[in-house]
Each structure stands twice: as structure tokens, then as C-alpha cells.
């Protein structure tokens, strides 16, 4: 029987201890004697929103399916324990084996957004590993980071060994498997990372130099030895379909985030949106086979007893068998009182129709997201939505039977004006009006439209990745005319307005295209207490703003300044597929207001048919 880590009496007096103790449903134990490679998978947040992401039951599958590898989970620990763990000195430890991972051979973290860079410190320092990986020797693990953050690395570069540049199911077995030569060899440290590097898709940052102008921007970011490659090339599974997919994923004692099966229906997005950083890191689209996935439904929700399954995808309405599949799951599951939940739909008829069958209209809200308040500022993001489509997407769901619309935008966005914000209460307003028009009889209660808004950060591997960012000040100012504006609307009264943390903006402006000068002030701001930097009751901002002073650091210079075409960004080394030139036209066609079409509807060059597959591959055939 495993011995927990932590005592009883330290149990007793902490939050929901089940975070800690591990031996859920689905947890892969195995005799540490028997395997070559232990490897500790983390999710640098809380346990409850770790344990509901995808991407970490894939890979914690994918891993165990080898016998020589037992891969095991960790998460960061809670304020209160983190406090307990530093004052005793208590190691931290993976849930499975209950064992400090600083004894592991790998420590693996998911970095899915940039508020959690504080958090990967706290991992390093309670795990009792060296913050810099220059000071790691052959007796601490191997730190690898990957996720969608590690696109732009360079804030993070000197806390890990590694990063994989990705998709997880390419090129890690090859990692593993040089591991374990390496591990008898009697080779140093160095010797394997230059022989990592080698590797297509694994970036070793201690084997580049970045040199800088006197303006602070880069000149040049060079290999300093022959293994490393110039550019570090992501890898891709073009096969969704014959890849691995978890069909036993861990079920959590305490409810998660998100307590339901999660069924990955494609990865990519045909749309284009010019904001948008995952449209761009995963294209080409993918989907995964039809049969494949009613097999994955079956498999997943007898092995965990969910009562839910949601469909994932960064824009479900584009597969092209979702009526297919959805018919299937509520014939074979409707009547188990299995729910199935669509997230991001279009707004449109088929949308309506397939929503309509799976949601009961009376209890749940629809979610659109127009992203801009008018219809030149759409064009310019490459929305590819218009005010006319909005309305009648509303207008039917009206009539069949919605009363509630949540409505997402976009403030700061590259040349808003005062019009394009004012004309996100319009908008509502019309949404509005719209539901007023429906005769009384068939009208479900009264009507609720919340107006969201987050302000916009430019992303790498964006055309917006040029842009310059607002001020906090400046974001503050278009939230209130945004709201001025609600509070004259004829029908505000049934308008709601919420609006996202400037500050908190600003702080992700500066760690999405930050260098490597930033690490030291995400150390610092560390040390200062700051962690869990998402989570609005821990935010600090005035540390931060110490930290980046402190450093050195000019916060305009990361966040206000507009970069020039020509600019060698911290990123420039990672290649994508979507090409620079592209993303350049991109950028030049947002601000002559051009839509550019979907990927279905015709080819716009983007540079990702190099993969030979997805949509890609079918206006290739």
C-alpha cells in the first residue's frame, strides 16, 4: 500500500485534501523497479483545472502504454499548502507514487497560458530543483516544457533544459528512447542535450545566443555548437484518426473544471481570425474519423461514468460530419440521461439545429462571439461574421426558444476607434429589439444578453503580432465607453456588461512576446510572493511592476510599441508551417479592412500545406 506524502494531521488542515492523495479511477500504478524512464507530467495550476485538460490524459496515456515508462501526474499545490510545504521543507510529490519528483528522470510541464509562469517556478522550487537549468547536474531531472506558450519560449528559456515545439505524439517516444541509451552511457548532461537537439521539434535554449541592438530589440539568436539547428520545426500529427487517444482518462475525486469525457472531434481552424494564436500554431485543420470517435464515446464514458460529453474543437460547427455524430450520440445515449455539451458553434441554422436537439432550451444560454461591435472592425480581424448573419442566428434562436445570449468581444483591438466600441452596446441592442419581436406566446421568460469583453493581447505567429498594445488606462477608458453606452440603450435593462482586468492584460502582453530579459522578472516577482497570477484574489500587480523595475525592464517597450516589419522577434526560430510573409499580408490586409476566406473555400498560401495534410491536403486532390 502507497505511504502519502503528507501526514494526516497536515491532511486535516488544508483544502480539499483529495488534490494530494492520488488513487483516483484510471490511475496507472506501476512498480518503479520494473521501468527504465519515470516521468512526471505537471499542469502548473490547481488540481481541478489540471486534471480537466486534454492534452495531459493524452500524453499520461500515451506514456503508460510503454512498459519500460511510468508517467505520473503533479500538479501545483494550494496557498495553503505551498506555505505548509516551504516552512517544513516537504518535497513535492506526484500523485501515483506519492514519491518527490526531484527523484524522477523528467519533469514535464504543460505551459497553456502565460499566468502561470509564476506557478512553474513554484513547482521548481517546492520539487527542490535548481530554478536555472545551468545549475542542474546529472542527479536532478530533466525539465521539458511544451503547450502553445512554448511558441514563444524565451521568457522561460533559462528554467528549462528543454522545450518541444508541438505536438506531443510525433517525436517523444524518440526522446525517451535516446534518454535510455544516454542513461548508461555514462555520457554528462551536456552531451544529451546536444544530442536532444538533434531531434526534429526540441529546442535546448543554453545551445543559442541572442544578441541585442543598442535599442534593445534582437540582432541576431545563433546556435553556439554544430547540433543545434537554426530553425526548430513543429511537429504535427497529420493522422488524428490512428493516434493515440486515452479510452480509460483519470477520473478526479473532487469535482473538476471540466467533469465530463472530452471527445476531440478535429484540432485546427479553417477561419483565419487574425487575432486568434491557435487558428495559426495548429493549422491544418484535422478531423478525426467518424467511427473513431463513437468507439472513443463508448470506451470513454464506460471506463469513467461521466454523465457528460463535450465536443472539442476551436470551432465545432466546421466538422463536417458534427450532425452525424451528434444523431449517433443521442441515439445511443439520450435515453442513459447522457448530456452533450457544444462548445464553440457558429451562429447559424445548422448550429441552432444541432444545439436544439442536445440543450434544453428553457435552462441554457447560447454563447456568440462577434468579437468586434461593427462590421468594418470584424472585417478587419478576419471575423468573418456579419451584422446581418448575428441577427438572424439570434432571431432563430429566439424563435426557438432561447431567451438567454452571452455575447463575447474584443476591446483594443488594432485601429478601434470610438464608433467600433460604442457599437458593441448597438449591437446588443439590436440582439435585443430582436428578441422583443418574437410574439409574447412563444417567448421563454425575459430576455438576458451579457456583453463580455477581454482586452486584446497580440500572440506570436499572428498577424497582429506587429501591433501595439493599449495602456491600462487606455483599456479602462474603452470599457467605460462601452458601458456609458449600454446604460443609453432602450433595452439596457436587459443587458448585463462584465469587463476582463486591465492590469492583468497588460502583465500577459509582456510575458506573449517577451525575451529572454523577462525571466529574471518573473524570478523576481516570485520571490516578491506572486503566484497564481490568474486567480484575481492572488494577483499582485503592484509586485509585478517592482519586479519589472527592479530588472530593468521598460513595460512599453514590450507592450506600446508598435514593432517594425523588419524585427527579429524572440520567436523568429520557430517554424510553424504558416509562413512570416503570410502573416505580414495578413497584417497589411487588416489594415486595408480585406477579409481573406476560409481555408474550405479556397487556399489563401498560408505556407501549412508543406504538412501535406488536413483541408490542405484535400485542394491538393
Known amino acids: 500500500m502507497r505511504k502519502l506524502a503528507l501526514s494526516d494531521e497536515i491532511l486535516m488542515t488544508i483544502e480539499k485534501p483529495a488534490r494530494y492523495i492520488g488513487g483516483e479511477v484510471n490511475a496507472v500504478m506501476k512498480e518503479k523497479e520494473a521501468v527504465d524512464i519515470r516521468f512526471a ?3 502548473p495550476d490547481v488540481y481541478e483545472i489540471g486534471m480537466s485538460h486534454l492534452g495531459i490524459q493524452i500524453l499520461y496515456d500515451m506514456f503508460n502504454q510503454r512498459e519500460d515508462i511510468w508517467c505520473e501526474r503533479v500538479y501545483s499545490p494550494w496557498m495553503d499548502l505551498h506555505k505548509v510545504m516551504k ?21 514535464g510541464i504543460t505551459i497553456q497560458y502565460e499566468m502561470c509562469y509564476t506557478n512553474i517556478l513554484q513547482i521548481l522550487d517546492l520539487a527542490q530543483i ?24 524565451e521568457p522561460l528559456a533559462d528554467y528549462f533544459d528543454m522545450f518541444y515545439i508541438g505536438e506531443g505524439e510525433t517525436q517523444y517516444f524518440r526522446l525517451m528512447d535516446l534518454y535510455k541509451e544516454w542513461k548508461v552511457s555514462g555520457a554528462s548532461r551536456e552531451d544529451f542535450l546536444k544530442q536532444a537537439a538533434q531531434i526534429p521539434g526540441i529546442y535546448v535554449p543554453s545551445l543559442y545566443e541572442v544578441n541585442y541592438k543598442e535599442d534593445g530589440t534582437i540582432n541576431t539568436m545563433q546556435p553556439n555548437c554544430p547540433e543545434a539547428p537554426e530553425k526548430i520545426k513543429k511537429q504535427m500529427v497529420l493522422d488524428v484518426t490512428d493516434t493515440f487517444y486515452p479510452e480509460k482518462p483519470v477520473v478526479p475525486y473532487i469535482k473538476a473544471t471540466q467533469d465530463r469525457v472530452v471527445l476531440e472531434i478535429q484540432r485546427g481552424c479553417i477561419r483565419g481570425c487574425r487575432f486568434c494564436q491557435a487558428g495559426m500554431l495548429y493549422r491544418p485543420t484535422r478531423e478525426r474519423d467518424l467511427e473513431m470517435l463513437k468507439k472513443s464515446a463508448y470506451a470513454m464514458l464506460k471506463n469513467t461514468g461521466h454523465e457528460e460529453i463535450s465536443l472539442s474543437s476551436l470551432s465545432s460547427s466546421d466538422y463536417s460530419q458534427l450532425g452525424e455524430l451528434v444523431n449517433f450520440l443521442i441515439d445511443e445515449f439520450g435515453s442513459k440521461n447522457i448530456n452533450i455539451s457544444l462548445p464553440s458553434l457558429r451562429i447559424d441554422a445548422f448550429s441552432l439545429d444541432v444545439m436544439s436537439k442536445v440543450q434544453d432550451i428553457r435552462k441554457s444560454s447560447l454563447t456568440f462571439a462577434p468579437e468586434a461591435g461593427s462590421q468594418r472592425l470584424r472585417d478587419v480581424i478576419n471575423k468573418g461574421l456579419t451584422e446581418e448573419v448575428i441577427l438572424e442566428g439570434a432571431g432563430q434562436a429566439f424563435e426557438g426558444g432561447w431567451s438567454r445570449v452571452k455575447l463575447y468581444f474584443m476591446l483594443g483591438l488594432p485601429t478601434e476607434t470610438e464608433e467600433d466600441m460604442k457599437g458593441i452596446a448597438w449591437l446588443a441592442e439590436k440582439i435585443a429589439k430582436r428578441y422583443y419581436e418574437v410574439p409574447k406566446e412563444q417567448r421563454h421568460g425575459k430576455c438576458q444578453i451579457t456583453v ?11 498577424p497582429f503580432q506587429w501591433a501595439k498594445m493599449c495602456t491600462k488606462e487606455e483599456f479602462l477608458h474603452r470599457a467605460y465607453v462601452v458601458n456609458h453606452e449600454i446604460k443609453d440603450q432602450l433595452n439596457r435593462k436587459s443587458i448585463k456588461y462584465n469587463w476582463h482586468e486591465a492590469d492583468v492584460t497588460v502583465l500577459e502582453g509582456i510575458l506573449a512576446r517577451g525575451d529572454r530579459k523577462v525571466g529574471a522578472a518573473i524570478r523576481r516577482a516570485y520571490e516578491k510572493g506572486c503566484l497564481y497570477d490568474s486567480w484575481n484574489e492572488f494577483f499582485h500587480n503592484d509586485l509585478w511592476l517592482e519586479a ?12 506600446t510599441r508598435e514593432r517594425a516589419l523588419d524585427e527579429v522577434f524572440p520567436w523568429d526560430f520557430i517554424d510553424i508551417g504558416v509562413s512570416r510573409a503570410f502573416l505580414e499580408r ?9 477579409v481573406t476566406k476560409n481555408c474550405r473555400q479556397g487556399c489563401s498560401g498560408c505556407g501549412a500545406a508543406v504538412f501535406g495534410g488536413g483541408v490542405c491536403y484535400e485542394h491538393q486532390n
Open 452 to 462: 463580455s469583453t477581454s482586452f486584446f493581447v497580440p500572440k506570436p505567429f499572428t
Open 130 to 153: 535548481p530554478f536555472e537549468a545551468v545549475n542542474r547536474t546529472k542527479e536532478h531531472p530533466f525539465v521539458i516544457g511544451g503547450g502553445p506558450c512554448a511558441y514563444n519560449p
Open 586 to 594: 495578413e497584417w497589411k490586409h487588416a489594415h486595408e479592412e480585406k
Open 87 to 107: 516552512e517544513k521543507q516537504i518535497p513535492l510529490f506526484t500523485l501515483e507514487s506519492q514519491e518527490p519528483v526531484k527523484n524522477f528522470d523528467w519533469l
Open 548 to 559: 519589472f523595475e527592479e530588472c530593468g525592464l521598460d513595460i512599453d517597450f514590450y507592450t
Open 41 to 43: 507530467m505537471c499542469f
